[in-house]
Nanobody, 126 residues
């Protein structure tokens, strides 16, 4: 069992930055991969970024590559999403997710993740 709590969302102007955090509790944090997803109104939840159990391997959606960076601090049981050069189309609810039963490598499919946070709203104004 894992509990995930996101924070750091908010309202920002286009071109600005935000850093999201996701604090995990429960099972040993350093044993599983983590991911970030987002869901805009009327759209399906989509993959944003993922990181392996140790933090040495990351994947990004093409839409955020070069602007977003995922990282993790296993001593703090926390995964981060640094978002730079934000665009209005980045507006969404952002969710972190835990892949407890995978290989430890980052997964791109939402079906690979068993536990989800409650989400944090990110709004980018033009």
């Amino acid at each position: 069992q894992v509990q995930l709590v996101e924070s750091g969302g908010g309202l920002v102007q286009a071109g600005g930055s935000l850093r999201l955090s996701c604090a995990a509790s429960g099972r040993t944090f350093s044993s599983y991969a983590m991911g970030w997803f987002r869901q805009a109104p009327g759209k399906e939840r989509e993959f944003v970024a993922a990181i392996n159990w140790r933090g040495g391997s990351t994947y990004y959606a093409d839409s955020v590559k070069g602007r977003f960076s995922i990282s993790r601090d296993n001593t703090k049981n926390t995964v981060y999403l640094q978002m730079n050069s934000l665009k209005p189309e980045d507006t969404a609810v952002y969710y972190c997710a835990a892949d407890l039963y995978g290989s430890g490598r980052p997964a791109l499919s939402r079906t690979s993740y068993e536990y989800w946070g409650q989400g944090t709203q990110v709004t980018v104004s033009s």
